[in-house]
């Protein structure tokens, strides 16, 4: 598979979290959100709407034109999810989503991959070193050393 093929399945069929938000500094919520979707092709109005949908979801749309720098860490990495939902992937890779919030923004995060896994239909597949968070999953895996060592 080329390159650019493989980066428009990834754009099309996959969304992305990160421990660290990854939200450009320079654009404003809205404007981190519907990257993807101008990337895939989505006119501007649209990838607006569809961004504007799923920050009402998220309880964030009073924030879409804020910077990164005047969101809260809770806030920031909301973004970050709406920002992986955009393109409707069918599957949602999270690393270490909530590694960097504290233990209330971390529970409601945690809510918020269950609460959206069943009202989009998608799959997420979270790494993560909190076992509360993956005694919580439908399926776990747990790796030692690189080897799947428990189901």
Same mark, same amino acid.
């Given at each position: 598979?080329s390159?650019k093929?493989?980066?428009?399945?990834r754009n099309?069929?996959?969304g992305f979290?990160?421990? !660290?938000?990854?939200? @450009?500094?320079?654009?404003?919520?809205?404007?981190n959100?519907?990257?993807?979707a101008?990337?895939?092709g989505i006119s501007?109005?649209d990838?607006?709407?569809?961004?504007q949908?799923l920050? !009402?979801? @998220?309880?964030?749309?009073n924030r !879409?034109?804020?910077k990164?720098?005047?969101?809260?860490?809770g806030?920031a990495?909301?973004?970050?999810?709406?920002?992986?939902?955009?393109n409707?992937p069918?599957v949602?890779?999270?690393d /270490?989503? !909530?590694?960097? @919030?504290d233990?209330?923004?971390s529970n /409601?995060?945690h809510?918020?991959?269950f609460d959206l896994r069943d009202?989009f239909?998608?799959?997420?597949v979270?790494v993560?070193?909190?076992? /509360?968070?993956?005694?919580?999953?439908?399926r776990?895996l747990?790796?030692?050393d690189?080897?799947?060592?428990e189901k």
């Amino acid at each position: 598979m080329s390159k650019k093929k493989l980066s428009a399945f990834r754009n099309q069929s996959i969304g992305f979290i990160f421990q !660290s938000h990854q939200l @450009l500094p320079e654009f404003t919520a809205e404007e981190n959100i519907i990257l993807p979707a101008l990337i895939k092709g989505i006119s501007q109005n649209d990838a607006k709407k569809e961004a504007q949908k799923l920050l !009402s979801i @998220l309880g964030l749309q009073n924030r !879409s034109n804020h910077k990164p720098n005047e969101l809260s860490g809770g806030e920031a990495q909301r973004i970050a999810v709406a920002r992986s939902l955009i393109n409707q992937p069918k599957v949602i890779f999270a690393d /270490e989503p !909530s590694g960097n @919030l504290d233990t209330q923004n971390s529970n /409601e995060l945690h809510q918020l991959f269950f609460d959206l896994r069943d009202q989009f239909e998608q799959t997420f597949v979270i790494v993560t070193h909190n076992m /509360e968070l993956a005694k919580m999953t439908d399926r776990m895996l747990v790796m030692k050393d690189g080897l799947i060592v428990e189901k």
